[in-house]
């Protein structure tokens, strides 16, 4: 049986972190949740900046098929414009130049969502939700 070991942050070329809230890339260049952030902000939705955030080979991986990226994008497109998407309720858990980790409350679930990245921009996503046990709600 191996010992349970809290690890500590390591910093080793492209800023792997362990233990911290949030940890984002240093570099100067905009990091993926920043852009999806200001572009969810921003007074009037633009659908092709959304878009552009994604790699054309796209996929978000669901419980039973593959979402491609015109279909994912015109999903979340409607819930902007319907304002069911609580976008200020997403938390960044960590980023780096590979992979992308937000963390959100949605109803009794928790959804973590894992983004990979290919040439600068989201080219996998999955999600996994977990029931909120009563007792924590």
């Known amino acids: 049986i191996c010992p349970i ?10 800023r792997v972190g362990y233990g ?3 940890c984002i890339l240093e ?12 572009i969810f902000a921003a007074e009037k939705w ?3 900046a959304f878009k552009n955030c994604f790699h054309e080979e796209f996929m978000f991986v669901r419980e039973t ?11 979340i497109g409607e819930l902007m414009e319907q304002g069911k998407l609580d976008w200020q ?7 780096n130049n590979h992979v992308m980790e937000t963390k959100w409350i949605d109803g009794d679930e928790l959804v ?16 996994k939700r977990s029931p909120i046990p009563t007792r924590l709600r």
């Open 65 to 75: 098929d593959l979402v491609t990226r015109d279909e994912f994008c015109a999903s």
């Open 27 to 38: 570099d100067e260049q905009m990091t993926s949740f920043a852009r999806t952030t200001e």
């Open 89 to 95: 309720n997403i938390e960044l858990v960590h980023e």
């Open 46 to 48: 633009d659908p092709v």
């Open 112 to 127: 973590v969502r894992v983004n990979l990245k290919k040439d600068g921009l989201t080219w996998r996503s999955i999600v």
């Open 20 to 22: 911290f809230n949030k």
């Open 5 to 14: 070991m809290s690890l500590p942050f390591v910093d080793f070329l492209e």
